[in-house]
């Protein structure tokens, strides 16, 4: 079977994935905290999988998948945060790249992994796509620090949430290091409610904006989460039938997506997505998003 239909499928459902969350941050859950709280809360599902096969380890691998849920928790709030205050298609496949690369990253510094001489030219590359695709945003100084910091955090959190979920899978079978590590999500954010400050931020709404119980929100919020979730297990199948570096080449289909909605908004419904999308911007995000392909199929090389 070819990985080349599974490949563009998944990235496709990827960009569908971010474009629905940046469509909610704009109209009915515009608190990013809110949403990571209910997207986090949804992680609980996973329990309906332990009548398929799951066993309780507790040691060192179960506190590096529970470690992995916290650290995911985080992650989802800061990529939520910058997707709110920049356009998807600059988060979406900034945010794609920072993930693999901060994972080779701190491999390389504190797990003894060395990187191949294709693999330090990958680097160089992917930072240069990222200069390339953000140059709208370098160009206002002012907004520097807030914008791009919120992408480089996000960026780093999901790599640490992989990296220790990854070192869980050495030891614990997929099925356990899932479970473990989605279940102490849900349950994290569950903290939150401790905190009157915080637990008021979630449950009150703008009486301009509809509630997280309306049916469109609703609605929403499952196709982008179903949508996130078997991009997921197709890229991972993929995988599986053919080399890293050939799948993730297909990243920029994700942008495209992305990108080809923008266009398509743009003339009905413009602030949702608040793209800017005058020819020399989109050449210039086009081209951006091809030399981040290209330095993620030399990463997986």
């Keep these: 079977m070819s990985f080349l239909p599974i490949a ?5 459902l990827s960009g569908g994935a971010i474009i629905i969350d940046k469509i909610l941050l704009k109209t009915s859950l515009p608190n990013p905290l809110t949403y990571a709280f209910y997207i986090s809360l949804l992680q609980l599902l996973v329990l309906l999988l332990i009548p398929f096969g799951f066993s309780l380890n507790l040691g060192t691998p179960a506190y590096l998948a529970i470690i992995s849920g916290i650290f995911y928790v985080f992650a989802l709030y800061t990529f939520f945060a910058s997707l709110k205050k920049n356009e998807a298609s600059v988060v979406g496949p900034l945010v794609g790249m920072l993930n693999p690369f901060f994972t080779i990253l701190l491999g390389s510094l504190f797990l003894s992994q060395t990187l191949t001489p294709i693999q330090n030219f990958a680097v160089f590359i992917l930072i240069l796509g990222a200069l390339i ?7 206002n100084k002012l907004q520097f620090n807030r914008r791009i910091l919120w992408i480089i955090t ?5 790599a640490l949430s992989y990296l220790l979920l990854r070192e869980a899978f050495f030891t614990l079978s997929f099925l356990d290091g899932l479970i473990v590590s989605r279940t102490s999500s849900g349950l994290f954010v569950l903290t939150f409610l401790i905190f009157p400050h915080i637990k008021k931020q979630i449950f009150t709404s703008n009486k301009s904006q509809q509630t997280v119980s309306s049916k ?3 609605i929403l919020l499952a196709s982008g989460q179903t949508m996130g979730a078997l991009s997921g ?3 991972a199948y993929g995988v599986k039938l053919a ?6 080449s297909l990243f920029g289909i994700q942008y495209l997506v992305i990108l080809t909605t923008a266009i398509f908004l743009a003339k009905n419904r413009p602030q949702l997505l608040d793209e800017t ?3 020399a911007v989109i050449t210039q995000k086009v081209v951006g998003a091809a030399v981040l392909s290209l330095g993620l199929y030399l990463l997986a090389v």
């Design 8 to 12: 563009v499928l998944a990235y496709a």
């Design 133 to 139: 695709l953000t140059l709208n945003i370098w160009r």
């Design 154 to 158: 996000s960026g780093l959190l999901f």
């Design 216 to 218: 469109s929100t609703l």
């Design 233 to 235: 297990l197709l890229i």
């Design 243 to 248: 080399n890293p570096a050939l799948v993730n």
């Design 277 to 279: 999308l005058s020819k």
